[in-house]
């Protein structure tokens, strides 16, 4: 191929089709980052509530969270 041939015109409907992709590519990364951050306060929370409650049926000395 020539470098005729391979030549990008850019104008304006090309400048608004790229704008219009990069804003859904960041739009959905957001999404998947708040996804994912949700997920993982979950996990915490639970953890969280996990350790709490094996706190609460152990003993004195257990040694429960160093294990």
Known sequence: MTR???K???NKD???WLAEIK???RNVQLK?????NT???????WLGADIVGKQMH???GDGLISQ
């Open 58 to 60: 152990s003993k004195w």
């Open 8 to 10: 990008i015109i850019v």
């Open 39 to 45: 997920k993982l306060l979950v996990l915490y929370w």
């Open 32 to 36: 998947a980052a708040v996804k994912v």
């Open 14 to 16: 090309y400048k608004a």
């Open 23 to 25: 804003f859904k590519v």
């Open 4 to 6: 005729e041939t391979t």
